[in-house]
T-cell receptor
Framework: SAVISQKPSRDICQRGTSLTIQCQVD?????MFWYRQQPGQSLTLIAT?????????ESGFVIDKFPISRPNLTFSTLTVSNMSPEDSSIYLC????????????FGPGTRLTVL | AQSVAQPEDQVKVAEGNPLTVKCTYS??????LFWYVQYPNRGLQFLLK??????LVKGSYGFEAEFNKSQTSFHLKKPSALVSDSALYFC???????????FGTGTRLTVIP
């Protein structure tokens, strides 16, 4: 399995500010994903981040709001920009190892509260 | 388009009794199917998967799931529930050719001592 860490684990932020969430993996991975889990709801994919290329965003999510970086095969960041209370969610990083298309591992999540 | 339905928001069973958490899916081709569990204040943990082969797959913590192609179902089961099984369970599907998982809405399992 892959060991994934996320920073911060939780944060409380003011409306209009931005927060950058870091995801670190203990091994090189091809695919990294960012999901959002709003309170009491399921996971929704925000974007897929491949090293060396622009992130691919799902419908309803845009780069200006959720810019993503993927500088190498073990690290990615997601920024939640110009936050509003509706952005209060758990944000999860997920990875898929190279050559293993059938299994994804999830980080512990970042619990964001926007006041 | 792919979709996953978990028809029960909550399931309650007595400790020691068998449990079933239901999941049905819709994909354009042959699916990859998964179950994940989320304990309070923790991330998702992988339980089991169906890719191909035997329709009955066994996973972590004594859980198993049966793939039924005709009913497009992938119900999660365990012969004897433990209180420690109480958690939120997510069924997920991945369509062939897609990179990401599509999750159901989750079922909260409560095992009563």
């Amino acid at each position: 399995s892959a060991v994934i860490s996320q920073k911060p684990s939780r944060d409380i932020c003011q409306r209009g500010t931005s927060l950058t969430i870091q995801c670190q993996v203990d091994s090189q991975v091809t695919m990294m994903f960012w999901y959002r889990q709003q309170p009491g709801q399921s996971l929704t994919l925000i974007a897929t981040a491949n090293q060396g290329s622009e992130a691919t965003y799902e419908s309803g999510f845009v780069i200006d709001k959720f810019p993503i970086s993927r500088p190498n095969l073990t690290f990615s960041t997601l920024t939640v920009s110009n936050m509003s209370p509706e952005d209060s969610s758990i944000y999860l990083c997920s990875v898929e190892r190279s050559g293993r298309i059938d299994e994804q591992f999830f980080g512990p999540g970042t619990r964001l509260t926007v006041l | 388009a792919q979709s996953v339905a978990q028809p029960e928001d909550q399931v309650k069973v007595a400790e020691g009794n068998p449990l079933t958490v239901k999941c049905t899916y819709s994909v354009s081709g042959n699916p990859y199917l998964f179950w994940y569990v989320q304990y309070p204040n923790r991330g998702l943990q992988f339980l089991l998967k169906y890719i191909t082969g035997d329709n009955l797959v066994k996973g972590s913590y004594g859980f198993e799931a049966e793939f039924n192609k005709s009913q497009t179902s992938f119900h999660l089961k365990k012969p004897s529930a433990l209180v420690s099984d109480s958690a939120l369970y997510f069924c997920a599907v991945r369509d062939i050719g897609a990179n990401n998982l599509f999750f159901g809405t989750g079922t909260r399992l409560t095992v009563i001592p």
